[in-house]
């Protein structure tokens, strides 16, 4: 079955340079939602879409934006990085309406290193 | 904000034995998920739970929604090598107002080692 897919895989990045983030969803999912994970750490909600919308924000930083497209990929911008960015990011993606709604489906995250 | 207790923090145990894990809240979720993680990889859905009371099995693996709302566990039977890895329980509180208001607030894992 297709999964969520996420691009690149990892990145390398050096302070105060911008990064962007892709997230393909699972087909026919039309919420997609960003997790940023730190080492040892449990995943932390970013932001969400749901039918291009943004349907709800988390801990994500003023200098990070994040948009939904017509073809429910997302992208996630991150200008002005810092040490503190490195993490590995997730994508998930749900089908919105319905009883499966809750089941969100993670890609295999985005390692972002900042240096 | 919500926060989940999840515990044991870590768990050593042997091949084909029992474990059990639990995540408590001081708040209700309308629905609770487990996931495993395996370093580096994303977190991988294991059992969604709907239902106050729901006890649901999938293989080796049964959790159950408690009753309060409040807190869920998750059982493995016969455990495995492959077994290992970092166990997530994960609460979603379904926020009014339409759309898909659906984020997910995790535990802070259980890390298994199973020792062949």
């Known amino acids: 079955a297709a999964g969520v897919i996420q691009s690149p895989r990892h990145l390398i990045k050096e302070k105060r340079e911008t990064a962007t983030l892709k997230c393909y969803p699972i087909?026919?999912?039309?919420?997609v939602y960003w997790y940023q994970q730190g080492p040892g750490q449990d995943p932390q909600f970013l932001i969400s879409?749901?039918?291009?919308?943004?349907?709800d924000k988390g801990s994500i930083p003023d200098r990070f934006s994040a948009q939904q497209f017509s073809d429910y990929h997302s992208e996630l911008n991150m200008s002005s990085l810092e040490l503190g960015d490195s993490a590995l990011y997730f994508c998930?993606?749900?089908?919105?309406?319905?009883?499966?709604?809750?089941?969100?489906?993670f890609g295999p995250g985005t390692r972002l290193t900042v240096t | 904000g919500q926060q989940l207790n999840q515990s044991p923090q870590s768990m050593f145990i042997q091949e084909g034995e029992d474990v059990s894990m639990n995540c408590t809240s001081s708040?209700?979720?309308?629905?609770w998920l487990w996931y495993k993680q395996d370093p580096g990889e994303g977190p991988v859905l294991l059992i969604a739970?709907?239902?106050?009371?729901e006890l649901t099995s999938n293989g080796r693996l049964t959790a159950q929604f408690g009753i309060t709302r409040k807190d869920s566990f998750l059982n493995i039977s016969a455990s495995i090598p492959s077994d290992v890895g970092i166990y997530f329980c994960?609460?979603?509180?379904?926020?009014?107002?339409?759309?898909?208001?659906?984020?997910?607030?995790f535990g802070k894992g259980t890390l298994l080692t199973v020792n062949p």
């Open positions: 998930a993606s749900s089908q919105g309406g319905g009883g499966l709604l809750a089941e969100q489906y």
């Open positions: 087909p026919r999912h039309d919420t």
């Open positions: 879409f749901y039918e291009k919308m943004q349907s």
């Open positions: 708040s209700i979720f309308n629905t």
């Open positions: 739970l709907y239902k106050a009371g």
């Open positions: 994960a609460g979603l509180i379904v926020k009014g107002g339409g759309g898909s208001n659906y984020k997910l607030t």
